[in-house]
């Protein structure tokens, strides 16, 4: 766990990790827990806050040859912030020229959470952006 990280957003964060690996996906970079960094998605269009972001997983499904980012959002405030946004924006968007596939977005929330979290990505990513991301709900979380 980063210094800078509460206890339940590392909580979060595992639980997505250990689903995607479950799932038959390889969660190859967790953001302070592996020694390989998940890679920073420039944001050359400048959209949301115009700032590159790193996701707290990066993956690979080898089977479907598609790569994956993966976010856990507490709530508090995270879901719906412009950072937040950008995120969902940038990791739900890119395109993958090699297997000609868009990548996957996977956002983990408590259960109390997953209505506004619907919302937000329906108020604020293009729907085109929509086939490319899977919400997940908590099972440790439902506050």
Known sequence: MNGSETPKHHNLKMELAELLESWGHNAEAIDGYTKKSPR??????????GEDKI?????FNPGERQYLRGEAKIG???IESLHSITQY???SDLYNKENRKNSLLFIIVPAS?????ND???RHVPRRNWENIRMIQSSRYSD
Do not use: S
Request: charged content about 35%; some cysteine.
């Open 55 to 59: 996701p707290d997983i990066d993956g």
């Open 89 to 91: 924006m940038l990791f």
């Open 40 to 49: 920073k998605v420039e944001n050359t269009n400048k959209v949301g806050d």
């Open 76 to 78: 508090d405030g995270d």
């Open 113 to 117: 959470c997953k209505n506004e979290l």
């Open 120 to 122: 937000v990505l329906i």
